[in-house]
């Protein structure tokens, strides 16, 4: 086994936060049965879905050059607040850490790196007033697609650090699910695809 694909709750980091109650998190489960795991990315905490991890130093090279080299497919569900059109469209907007507000992020024409989201509509979300869309982020930032959204006029239904306090009350957590990933395998480089259910 060269890696290991983990399908992510929504409230668990993937790897351990400042203090002794936030030493539970992904990479801890999956390396107290695989101990030469290692991680490749992130979700964020509030997000749930795929997340990949390398057996060994070799292998955590290789697909961590994949992601760097955007060999790596990720795609994502998400219920948004309102109805941005029929799509499908993209969201090309420069991204920067908010400082005084971290951990968030912010669109910032002039410091923000390049990021890229494509998003398709999917159909009408679960509760009133809301759209379910599958999202592929180009880029890799931080907080990406929630800010994305977010700065057009459509946060993520739950999202608790970006939405209006309505939106964000309205589900019992981040409507965001990290659902395919599509990857070169890091010992072959045959292309191979995982899925997970989206639970929202």
């Known amino acids: 086994m060269h890696c290991i694909v983990a399908d992510k709750p929504a409230g668990l980091l993937c790897v351990p936060g400042r203090g002794d109650d936030k030493q539970d998190c992904l990479s801890a489960r999956v390396q107290s049965i695989h101990p030469d795991a290692l991680i490749v990315h992130r979700l964020d905490m509030a997000t749930s879905g795929l997340c990949v991890f390398a057996r060994g130093l070799e292998m955590q090279r290789r697909l961590s050059a994949a992601f760097a080299g955007r060999e790596v497919?990720?795609?994502?569900?998400?219920?948004?607040?309102?109805d941005p059109g029929p799509?499908?469209?993209?969201?090309?907007?420069?991204?920067?850490?908010?400082?005084?507000?971290?951990?968030?992020?912010?669109?910032?024409a002039q410091h923000g790196k390049p990021s890229l989201t494509r998003w398709w509509r999917e159909g009408p979300g679960p509760v009133a007033g809301s759209t379910?869309?599958?999202?592929?982020?180009?880029?890799?930032?931080?907080?990406q697609l929630r800010v994305h959204l977010m700065a057009i006029g459509h946060p993520i239904v739950g999202d608790s650090l970006y939405a209006p306090e309505a939106v964000a009350a309205a589900a019992p957590r981040l409507w965001l699910h990290a659902g395919r990933l599509?990857?070169?395998?890091?010992?072959?480089?045959?292309?191979?695809?995982?899925h997970s259910r989206v639970p929202f």
């Not at 497919?73 to 309102?82: D, F, I, L, N, Q």
Request: no cysteine; aromatic share 8%.
């Open 73 to 82: 497919r990720k795609t994502y569900e998400a219920v948004v607040w309102g």
């Open 87 to 108: 799509g499908p469209g993209e969201i090309d907007l420069p991204l920067a850490a908010d400082w005084p507000n971290r951990p968030r992020q912010k669109v910032d």
């Open 182 to 194: 599509e990857l070169p395998h890091p010992a072959t480089g045959e292309p191979v695809a995982w």
């Open 132 to 143: 379910r869309l599958r999202l592929e982020p180009v880029t890799g930032r931080s907080h």
